[in-house]
């Protein structure tokens, strides 16, 4: 049985499943190179597969988002036959699902904004029973104990999961605790920042500068914003706006201490709130999802302020993640089917299209480069000799961060490689940090706690001996947002550190994104004009063994 879920109005997405598990997820500004754009989730579903005649079930991942009017007419349509469409190729789409819907005998669902966001959570997540807490910028949600008739709008939720089913506990109203809204606010009023379309969010770029600030300097102000309004834009939100834009032009360091203390008023708002939930609830396992989990600094201390709790952080934790957690509530809560016991196939975050090697060659079939075949001993080479090389594996990763199939790889001890990169790359400010991708089982030898951390999730101190052996993946303040890679979640990756672990003795890369300020590469032919396009020493698709240079 496959489900179709999919994400209308900002983080465009749908995602297929197959008998319960993703076989794809693709975001829309993959596609079109600029980040976060607006548009129709199914249309682009449709547009991408082609042919959806055997899909059974469709679902919308945000219930009341863009759109939201039409879905109405889709449920009488598919049950009546009778009503008719919207003009146009969105129309058009629906027509399609409704009529696939009627000849495969299936249903049209729709969850609520945090309902799919703390789905994609829990049923990701290997817990058959955990405490689910969604944390973002806000989005409409049923109120417990109406019959999902009457909605609230929301920017924190608390859920049960257990087994097939997840039930709401408290859905907070959005003007009395809204984190990620007053972010997004700051990062473009005070910082001058982006904060969606189409150059993405960049609230990452804020938590880097919190690093080397002052944290007691500013936080109170802030604080008492989030505690007066939320975090909405009240009266002391939009103070803080014009008096800290004007601090923030006196100097680069009273920038960083701005960022500082609202990272630190951040912590200091979110810390007793969840501390309670833990006591209230003394839940073994906890499953975060929404845009403000993005903040690994955070997730990070989440193992101290849960006494050491499990805690699952969700793959794509933003709203592309919805098309998922959608998919995987129908097939779980709607339809009653169990939960997947093959975890590691279940939660897999590489559910990008597989492109095979006449793609490549097609890509490929240009005057401006080089093309050989090479080993990843020779690759491993070349890291050695500092070489910068971007790899093209499989299929994408879904979510912000990527994890080794589309990936910037280079070697972690060359002190100078963070400055290098920056230069010849990404172009990005001094202080942000890149990441460790560490074989799981030296986590405990490199780092203060040992953890799982598959999707680049939390941020931790690094033991202080070794510090030295990496400095181009330790932040300014001793940490590191470590990847922790298994050879059951990505055997070539898993592998190919190993090799680097034994030719060097350190078993760690540095990873960053296969981008420079755009989306993360997809496609052959965006891998090669991103690598023509920028200072990278070699690019490697390591499916086929071959590598590309510059003449």
């Given at each position: 049985?496959?489900?179709?879920?999919?994400?209308?109005?900002?983080?465009?997405?749908?995602?297929?499943?197959?008998?319960?598990?993703?076989?794809?997820?693709?975001?829309?500004?993959?596609?079109?190179?600029?980040?976060?754009?607006?548009?129709?989730?199914?249309?682009?579903?449709?547009?991408?597969?082609?042919?959806?005649?055997?899909?059974?079930?469709?679902?919308?991942?945000?219930?009341?988002?863009?759109?939201?009017?039409?879905?109405?007419?889709?449920?009488?349509?598919?049950?009546?036959?009778?009503?008719?469409?919207?003009?146009?190729?969105?129309?058009?789409?629906?027509?399609?699902?409704?009529?696939?819907?009627?000849?495969?005998?299936?249903?049209?669902?729709?969850?609520?904004?945090?309902?799919?966001?703390?789905?994609?959570?829990?049923?990701?997540?290997p817990y058959e029973e955990a405490l689910i807490l969604v944390i973002d910028?806000?989005?409409?949600?049923?109120?417990?104990?109406?019959?999902?008739?009457?909605?609230?709008?929301?920017?924190?939720?608390?859920?049960?999961?257990?087994?097939?089913?997840?039930?709401?506990?408290?859905?907070?109203?959005?003007?009395?605790?809204?984190?990620?809204?007053?972010?997004?606010?700051?990062?473009?009023?005070?910082?001058?920042?982006?904060?969606?379309?189409?150059?993405?969010?960049?609230?990452?770029?804020?938590?880097?500068?919190?690093?080397?600030?002052?944290?007691?300097?500013?936080?109170?102000?802030?604080?008492?914003?989030?505690?007066?309004?939320?975090?909405?834009?009240?009266?002391?939100?939009?103070?803080?706006?014009?008096?800290?834009?004007?601090?923030?032009?006196?100097?680069?360091?009273?920038?960083?201490?701005?960022?500082?203390?609202?990272?630190?008023?951040?912590?200091?708002?979110?810390?007793?709130?969840?501390?309670?939930?833990?006591?209230?609830?003394?839940?073994?396992?906890?499953?975060?999802?929404?845009?403000?989990?993005?903040?690994?600094?955070?997730?990070?201390?989440?193992?101290?302020?849960?006494?050491?709790?499990?805690?699952?952080?969700?793959?794509?934790?933003?709203?592309?993640?919805?098309?998922?957690?959608?998919?995987?509530?129908?097939?779980?809560?709607?339809?009653?089917?169990?939960?997947?016991?093959?975890?590691?196939?279940?939660?897999?975050?590489?559910?990008?299209?597989?492109?095979?090697?006449?793609?490549?060659?097609?890509?490929?079939?240009?005057?401006?480069?080089?093309?050989?075949?090479?080993?990843?001993?020779?690759?491993?080479?070349?890291?050695?000799?500092?070489?910068?090389?971007?790899?093209?594996?499989?299929?994408?990763?879904?979510?912000?961060?990527?994890?080794?199939?589309?990936?910037?790889?280079?070697?972690?001890?060359?002190?100078?490689?963070?400055?290098?990169?920056?230069?010849?790359?990404?172009?990005?400010?001094?202080?942000?940090?890149?990441?460790?991708?560490?074989l799981r089982e030296d986590v405990d030898k490199w780092f203060i706690r040992?953890?799982?951390?598959?999707?680049?999730?939390?941020?931790?101190?690094?033991?202080?001996?070794?510090?030295?052996?990496i400095p181009a993946v330790v932040h300014l303040d001793g940490t590191g947002?470590?990847?922790?890679?298994?050879?059951?979640?990505?055997?070539?990756?898993?592998?190919?550190?190993?090799?680097?672990?034994?030719?060097?003795?350190?078993?760690?890369?540095?990873?960053?994104?296969?981008?420079?300020?755009?989306?993360?590469?997809?496609?052959?032919?965006?891998?090669?004009?991103?690598?023509?396009?920028?200072?990278?020493?070699?690019?490697?698709?390591?499916?086929?063994?071959?590598?590309?240079?510059?003449?």
């Amino acid at each position: 049985m496959k489900i179709l879920g999919f994400q209308n109005g900002h983080d465009v997405s749908y995602c297929v499943l197959e008998n319960g598990i993703p076989i794809i997820h693709e975001e829309l500004e993959r596609h079109i190179r600029l980040k976060e754009p607006k548009g129709n989730g199914l249309r682009y579903a449709i547009e991408q597969l082609k042919d959806v005649s055997d899909i059974r079930h469709f679902i919308m991942g945000n219930k009341s988002g863009w759109n939201s009017k039409s879905s109405d007419s889709i449920k009488d349509y598919y049950k009546s036959t009778k009503l008719g469409f919207e003009e146009g190729a969105n129309g058009k789409s629906e027509k399609i699902m409704s009529d696939t819907i009627l000849k495969n005998k299936g249903g049209y669902h729709e969850t609520g904004h945090h309902q799919a966001h703390a789905a994609n959570a829990f049923y990701t997540s290997p817990y058959e029973e955990a405490l689910i807490l969604v944390i973002d910028g806000g989005g409409y949600e049923f109120i417990p104990n109406t019959n999902e008739q009457q909605m609230i709008d929301t920017a924190f939720t608390v859920w049960k999961g257990k087994g097939n089913k997840i039930t709401p506990i408290e859905v907070k109203p959005n003007d009395t605790l809204n984190i990620g809204s007053a972010w997004s606010m700051y990062t473009k009023k005070i910082f001058g920042l982006s904060a969606g379309y189409p150059k993405g969010h960049q609230a990452g770029t804020v938590m880097a500068m919190a690093c080397v600030g002052d944290k007691n300097k500013y936080w109170e102000d802030f604080y008492e914003a989030f505690m007066q309004g939320g975090g909405k834009q009240g009266k002391k939100l939009l103070e803080n706006c014009n008096k800290y834009k004007e601090i923030a032009t006196k100097s680069e360091q009273d920038t960083f201490d701005i960022a500082a203390g609202l990272q630190y008023a951040t912590e200091r708002v979110l810390q007793p709130i969840i501390s309670n939930y833990i006591k209230t609830h003394n839940p073994i396992n906890i499953c975060f999802s929404g845009g403000v989990v993005l903040n690994s600094v955070i997730m990070g201390k989440m193992f101290d302020w849960t006494n050491n709790k499990n805690i699952f952080v969700d793959p794509v934790p933003y709203d592309a993640g919805l098309a998922i957690g959608a998919a995987r509530y129908a097939y779980h809560h709607i339809l009653e089917n169990p939960r997947i016991k093959a975890h590691t196939k279940n939660s897999s975050p590489y559910l990008g299209v597989l492109y095979d090697k006449d793609n490549i060659r097609k890509a490929l079939d240009r005057d401006d480069c080089i093309i050989q075949q090479a080993s990843d001993e020779e690759i491993l080479d070349l890291l050695s000799q500092q070489n910068i090389i971007s790899v093209f594996h499989g299929g994408a990763e879904s979510g912000r961060r990527a994890l080794g199939n589309r990936s910037i790889l280079a070697d972690p001890r060359d002190s100078n490689m963070k400055s290098l990169i920056n230069k010849k790359v990404k172009h990005r400010q001094w202080y942000r940090p890149f990441a460790p991708s560490i074989l799981r089982e030296d986590v405990d030898k490199w780092f203060i706690r040992d953890i799982d951390s598959p999707y680049m999730s939390f941020v931790l101190p690094f033991k202080e001996e070794v510090k030295d052996k990496i400095p181009a993946v330790v932040h300014l303040d001793g940490t590191g947002r470590l990847q922790t890679v298994t050879k059951e979640s990505n055997n070539w990756y898993y592998n190919f550190i190993k090799k680097w672990k034994n030719k060097t003795g350190v078993p760690i890369l540095l990873n960053t994104s296969f981008n420079d300020r755009e989306p993360i590469v997809e496609t052959p032919e965006h891998a090669i004009n991103c690598f023509m396009g920028t200072d990278i020493d070699y690019l490697y698709f390591s499916d086929y063994n071959i590598l590309v240079s510059k003449k």
